[in-house]
């Protein structure tokens, strides 16, 4: 019973800190909209990692655009399928339909791995003079690559974490499935790896 009890408490215990822990968010206090002078002032760029649901991660980037948080978005992501279009390529393709200009969408098709994304994202931000971005991915993936992100961006860039709240195979409701749980512990086991350095 004792046992039962410890597991029990272990158990929550990790829910919530996996809950809060994996998807910092640094626009909670903020409105729809950007405000000029304060910590929700609009950024450089909005940067959406591919993977998992690379649609919802796609619609979120684009309703920070249209809201006017930034004037550019740079998907990152290669091709799971090396035979067809690339990730960022797919995702750029369901911004444009969705009313983003061209002249507005920078792309990275070659990034496999969340370390490579903040590696080529880089060297887009120093092309085009970009300082401070609004990072957008899946909430379980929101920490880890907000740590890629510091790594590599360089200490002159702002990151400001945007996690998509509900993407289908993430909301408050995780801990209820298997895949939820697989996803969790994934990522924390990847973050140890972060700071043991090895990189996903």
């Known amino acids: 019973m004792k046992f039962i009890i410890v597991l029990g408490v272990f158990l929550i215990g990790f829910v919530v800190a996996a809950t809060f822990y994996l998807q910092p968010n640094d626009f909670l206090g903020c409105q729809k909209a950007p405000i000029v002078g304060s910590e929700c002032g609009s950024a450089d760029a909005i940067v959406v990692i591919s993977g998992g649901n690379t649609s919802a991660r796609t619609m979120a980037g684009v309703e920070l655009y249209k809201n006017g948080w930034a004037p550019a978005i740079i998907f990152s992501g290669a091709a799971r399928d090396k035979t067809g279009p690339s990730n960022a390529a797919a995702m750029k393709s369901l911004a444009l339909e969705q009313g983003v200009p061209n002249e507005a969408i920078l792309v990275d098709e070659e990034s496999e791995t969340t370390q490579q994304n903040a590696q080529r994202v880089r060297t887009i931000l120093e092309g085009h003079e970009m300082d401070n971005i ?67």
Request: charge should be positive.
């Open 134 to 200: 609004i990072l957008v991915t899946s909430g379980y993936h929101q920490r880890r690559a907000n740590l890629e992100f510091g790594k590599y961006a360089g200490d002159n860039v702002t990151i400001r974490n945007n996690p998509v709240a509900n993407d289908g195979d993430w909301g408050w409701w995780w801990w209820l499935t298997p895949r939820g749980w697989w996803l969790a512990v994934g990522e924390v086991v990847k973050i140890i790896g972060f700071y043991v350095g090895a990189s996903s």
